[in-house]
């Protein structure tokens, strides 16, 4: 439409469309859910509670009317019964429904008979997922307006259609909502819906599906901040029979602590800082996330190994490796206190000179300088040798290693005669 205002210039047509006073009378015709509502509202009562039937009533609806405007209204009745208003109570003078999820019976199965119903709607009419999607998010900031019993059935369904795809786990960030979380509703809710989520997938999905919206490290924030701690979370997961969970949250924490350790180590090391410092550090980190010494071992030594560039000719790198590890040995053997950390760090070295083909003959001087630096002791060099080598390689560094093993048994052999010959 032209506007014949200002100096009649016809105005550009913009995207967003004209917007023209209405009175109030005529705006409620254009948009008006309740009689919607009712269509929707008489066709459930007349299909009954026969699920199967409901899907083949919405499917058909939809040809009828404009679920597109009024997905927010469809979405509500299928939930609560009816239309509800801010903060979750169903508006008193509607007519409502008990063909709805509030008014099914509490279990996993009926949940699942609902969640096809859901499946099968925004399968037909594609553009309703992301209305669904905006629906779960409202339903989540209005839990404390449901009773106990519809947050589980709630909590129940959303699991089974995150499971099944029909929900994205971004709409999890309802429940980091301050108000749920400081009543505890968001940690009771996330435990029905982790339960039929993991139910229906296992945890290594719900793994992917938290990590692709990158939700995997968000879990603990389902608790108040004095709260948020590895430990009381996995104490009230695991009660609530969720043991996986608490499991997943462990480690997500202690990867995430690794992540952070190397990082820190490597700037430690470019800039020189004193070992001591250093090691004081590392201990501190691995009291404080539980780190054993294999793991700090394992990240100290690709820390090392990765502040240099190395050269790539064979006969260089061997000189150049043995110069660096050499002023490194003190670092490392503050982390070798145990045999099982010593055979990690073995185990590590050979994989390194393995994956990096002009290491491959600098195996056995490694070891060599780290046995005379005190950092591996023969006991572990050993049982690497006899039965605890990678298969990466082995024959290589099994061939390379023959004549010092040799001679570290007849060391031990003639170290035993003597001390036999002193008793």
Not at 177 to 199: D, P, T
Request: aromatic share 10%; charged share 30%; proline share 2%.
């Amino acid at each position: 439409v032209v506007s014949f205002m200002n100096n009649q210039k016809p105005q550009k047509p913009t995207l967003s469309g004209q917007r023209f006073k209405t009175r109030k009378r005529d705006e409620k015709e254009r948009f008006d859910p309740t009689q919607f509502q009712d269509c929707i509202i008489q066709g459930l009562t007349e299909t009954g509670t026969d699920l199967e039937a409901v899907a083949k009533f919405l499917d058909a609806s939809g040809a009828k009317l404009d679920y597109r405007r009024y997905a927010e209204t469809l979405f509500d009745i299928l939930v609560a019964g009816g239309m509800l208003a801010p903060g979750g109570t169903l508006a008193d003078d509607m007519t409502r429904t008990n063909v709805c999820v509030f008014a099914a019976q509490e279990d996993l199965e009926t949940m699942q008979a609902f969640a096809q119903v859901f499946n099968k709607l925004i399968r037909r009419y594609k553009y309703l997922e992301k209305g669904f999607e905006d629906e779960v998010k409202k339903l989540l900031l209005f839990l404390k307006g449901f009773t106990e019993s519809e947050r589980n059935k709630l909590a129940m369904l959303t699991g089974i259609l995150l499971a099944n795809g029909t929900l994205n786990a971004s709409i999890l960030n309802s429940l980091y909502n301050e108000n749920l979380v400081k009543e505890g509703v968001s940690a009771a809710f996330a435990v029905k819906l982790f339960k039929s989520w993991i139910n229906e997938k296992d945890i290594n999905a719900v793994a992917v599906s938290l990590r692709k919206v990158n939700m995997d490290n968000r879990l603990m924030e389902l608790f108040p901040a004095n709260k948020q701690s590895v430990e009381h979370f996995s104490k009230y997961f695991t009660e609530a029979g969720l043991k996986e969970l608490s499991e997943y949250v462990r480690n997500q924490q202690s990867i995430g602590a690794r992540k952070e350790l190397q990082k820190e180590l490597q700037e430690q090391m470019s800039r020189g800082d004193p070992f001591k410092d250093i090691i004081l550090y590392v201990k501190e980190e691995m009291k404080k996330n539980n780190i054993s010494e294999q793991t700090v071992v394992a990240i100290i030594w690709s820390s090392v190994m990765s502040t240099v560039e190395w050269n790539k000719k064979e006969e260089l790198v061997a000189e150049q490796a043995i110069k660096h590890l050499k002023q490194y040995s003190p670092l490392l053997a503050a982390f070798t206190t145990q045999g099982q950390s010593e055979l990690t760090l073995l185990l590590k070295i050979q994989e390194y000179c393995y994956d990096n083909i002009h290491f491959m003959k600098a195996f056995q001087k490694i070891v060599v300088l780290f046995y005379k630096a005190e950092v591996l002791s023969e006991e572990p060099i050993l049982k690497w040798y006899k039965d605890a080598h990678l298969a990466k390689g082995k024959s290589v560094f099994l061939e390379q290693m023959k004549k010092f093993v040799e001679w570290l048994k007849n060391a031990e052999e003639e170290s035993e005669s003597e001390a036999e010959e002193g008793d």
